[in-house]
């Protein structure tokens, strides 16, 4: 099993719709980090959580550390919203652990 | 600022072949990682190095060296290039451990035959 569990793997989704992105850990860990992965390869970082919530434009992500488990939220969806979407965690140390990601399709 | 860059962003190597994956910063970051990306599999940790002269061994460091002599530059050599090395392969830097946001460089493709 693998310590990072997203959910789910792919998504399709119509313009405006709400979307919702799961990721489950089975570790402690000290921090989680939403990335994008874009569909020309590149990644960036949205957001790093250790508790609550925190909230990017149309983006919101919340943490759940009892449950051990993420949600990243995407409010009102875009074509430009396409990408793959990455859960990472990290422990104790400077690494990172990293789940398979969620490719997400937006339709016009 | 560039942030981190990497070259190249494409090759093909012949099985046996050796070569270095250049990766440079410039946000006088510390923590510096070399990530694999396989299709429809997260990212592996290859290497990581948290200074100048500083390196250890992440989740598949098998078939790769690393070496960390400026705190800018963080070269991933391929020696013996293996088909099972074809991947897309990342760096990225860190202001710091787990909390702190990683930047990404634009990845190099890899393609051993």
């Known amino acids: 099993k693998n310590e990072v569990e997203q959910s789910p793997q792919n998504l399709t989704a119509q313009e405006g719709e709400f979307i919702t992105i799961n990721c489950s850990y089975s570790?402690?860990?000290?921090?989680l980090h939403w990335l994008q992965q874009h569909p020309g390869g590149g990644i960036v970082s949205l957001f790093m959580?250790?508790?609550g919530k925190k909230k990017h434009g149309r983006l919101i992500a919340t943490i759940n550390i009892q449950e051990k488990h993420s949600s990243l939220h995407i409010t009102a969806s875009h074509p430009r919203d396409s990408a793959v979407y990455i859960c990472?965690?990290?422990?104790?140390?400077?690494?990172?652990?990293f789940g398979e990601g969620t490719q997400l399709t937006v339709n016009p | 600022n560039a942030g981190v860059t990497q070259t190249p962003k494409f090759r093909i190597l012949k099985i046996g072949q050796s070569m270095t994956l250049q990766c440079t910063q410039d946000?006088?970051?510390?923590?510096m990682y070399w990530y694999r990306q396989d299709p429809g599999m997260g990212l592996k940790l290859i290497y990581y190095?948290?200074?100048?002269?500083?390196?250890d061994k992440g989740e598949v460091p098998n078939g790769y060296n690393v070496s960390r002599s400026t705190t800018e530059d963080f070269p991933l050599r391929l020696e013996l290039a293996a088909p099972s090395q074809t991947s897309v392969y990342f760096c990225?830097?860190?202001?710091?451990?787990?909390?702190?946001?990683?930047?990404f460089g634009p990845g190099t493709r890899l393609l051993v035959l």
């Open positions: 570790v402690g860990i000290s921090a």
């Open positions: 959580l250790s508790s």
């Open positions: 990472a965690v990290g422990t104790s140390g400077s690494r990172l652990t």
């Open positions: 190095s948290v200074g100048a002269g500083i390196t």
């Open positions: 946000m006088n970051h510390n923590y």
């Open positions: 990225a830097s860190s202001n710091g451990r787990e909390r702190e946001t990683q930047y």
